[in-house]
């Protein structure tokens, strides 16, 4: 599943695909669910109204999308974010104009957090009302620029295409988001000559996703020199479906991982090097492997305040290898020595041949040897309850071990995230789904369904 998620097309395969089929005159709102079809679409997650009626209407002509009600929109949008979490595929989710697009607000800006592919499709009052201040009109793709990706409104039916497979390739490439598309709802009705594939251009937008050669050679060679070394992954190694090359990088090399809350899974909690989950709420061997280090291997990852915690104080001794496929992300919380933009996939592999083509000349078995001594002397542990009650963790402990590792879990936001957190035991990618940067409450349900 995690390795054979559909690819959704880029600028140049879309433009230069090949022969079309004959153009097919449909309106707006069939052009809409034609598109997801064929980009691979197989569900959706939405609730009707007034200004998505053409779209609904053709929804229930799909035979190959599976629609799910939802009760509320911002259930919708939770839905289309725990369906791209565990599927690696884009979630798309649709809703009304006004009331019903403002619902999504919370979900877009949770899924835009948590860097997940979700593309949402929101009804717009007619086109000769945009600005009158018209029954349920809102103004969603200014309200929605800062907490998405990419944020726009379609004002001409033929543009339909070529917005759907472009909300694809922007939530779905570089680092993954939420991306809005606005479609007023006499687009919806107008005709156009359905073609597919279409041709569109994003001249300002290209994902960095190959590393630097002359970074990974640095890097290389401080992982060489370094006697406190600690792998510090986070969800850009997941979204990457990295896990393998992680595994991999991680076992040449001898070098400690810990994951942080939203890459939980990526690395088997069951193997030796694996120290837990840091910050405020981690393990006393990922805090202290953190503190005490001499060089961090931040992976993915963004240096989060609960991590960090007072960044002045937080791993004073520590260079910083900082590798993500955001080049914003790095070096904006802690100042880094080594920085590397690209793929979490593309960047393990390319340290790992780095690194075994240039000796360890530092012996780091001291290191090992202490954090091992911390796992055993610091266990993750709890009280029992005085009255004979049951205590939570131990219920996540006994329901871990009947469900084995294929079972997936969804948290709320709270401490009984953190306990599932702390005591699930998670052998393998998306099988975790949790409201990590925003932590929204109602998330858990809805990402459940």
Known sequence: MNDTSRPHPSPATVAASGRSRKPERINGAQAVVRSLEELGTDVVFGLPGGAVLPLYEALYGSEKLNHILVRHEQGAGHAATGYAQVSGEVGVCIATSGPGATNLVTPLADANMDSVPIVAITGQVGSNLLGTDGFQEADIRGITMPITKHSFMVTRPEEIPAAIAEAFHVASTGRPGAVLVDIPKDVQNAELDFVWPPSYRLPGYHPVTTPHSRQIEEAARLIADAKRPVIYAGGGVLKANAHKELLAFAEATGVPVTTTLMALGVFPESHPQFLGM????????????????????????????????????????????????????????????????????????????????????????????????????????????????????????????????????????????????????????????????????????????
């Open 278 to 449: 840091p910050g405020m709420h981690g393990t006393v061997p990922a805090v202290a492997a953190l503190q005490k280090s001499d060089l961090i291997l931040a992976l993915g990852a963004r240096f989060d305040d609960r991590v960090t915690g007072d960044v002045d104080s937080f791993a004073p001794g520590a260079k910083v290898i900082h590798a993500d496929i955001d080049p914003a992300e790095i070096g904006k919380i802690r100042e880094v020595n080594v920085p590397i933009v690209g793929d979490a996939r593309e960047v393990l592999v390319a340290l790992r041949k780095a690194v075994e083509a240039r000796p360890q000349e530092q012996d780091t078995s001291r290191w090992t040897t202490y954090l091992d001594g911390l796992k055993e002397d610091f266990p993750p542990g709890y009280d029992e309850p005085e009255d004979g009650k049951l205590a939570p963790q131990y219920v996540l402990e006994q329901l871990t071990g009947a469900a084995g590792p294929e079972a997936v879990y969804v948290a709320g936001v709270g401490q009984h995230q953190m306990w599932a957190a702390q005591f699930l035991k998670f052998e393998k990618p998306r099988t975790w789904l949790n409201s990590g940067g925003l932590g929204t409450m109602g998330y858990a349900v809805p990402a459940a369904m």
